[in-house]
Nanobody
Framework: QVQLVESGEGLVQAGGSLRLSCVTS????????MGWFRQAPGKEREFVGR????????DYANSVEGRFSISRDSAKNSMYLQMNSLKPEDTAVYYC?????????????????WGQGTQVTVSS
């Protein structure tokens, strides 16, 4: 069973940067993609971005395009989310996710594995 563990929780001022990490444990990740979702209080969990494990191509939500970037280190079974120019509306719990196959990646149900989430708070 693949387990995903996020780290990098933090409080940052608007305009600042933060980097989240996600490491797989238990098994070497050999799925199709890993990604990030986020959930703000009272809102649905939403897609942030993903990276295809083979090849490393990425996709992002419009709301974070140009500000966030995802990278991975296959040797370390790790994925990273670099967040720049943060806004108060980026405040949410961020979840790492993994998928075994391709699909509608922006949909929560397309993902097979989930981390426990890590809090990101952006103050104005």
């Amino acid at each position: 069973q693949v387990q995903l563990v996020e780290s990098g929780e933090g409080l940052v001022q608007a305009g600042g940067s933060l980097r989240l990490s996600c490491v797989t444990s238990g098994h070497t990740f050999s799925g199709y993609a890993m990604g990030w979702f986020r959930q703000a209080p009272g809102k649905e969990r939403e897609f942030v971005g993903r990276i295809r494990w083979s090849g490393g191509s990425t996709d992002y939500a419009n709301s974070v395009e140009g500000r966030f970037s995802i990278s991975r280190d296959s040797a370390k079974n790790s994925m990273y989310l670099q967040m720049n120019s943060l806004k108060p509306e980026d405040t949410a719990v961020y979840y790492c996710a993994g998928s075994r196959t391709s699909g509608n990646y922006y949909l929560r149900r397309s993902w097979d594995y989930w981390g426990q989430g890590t809090q990101v708070t952006v103050s104005s």
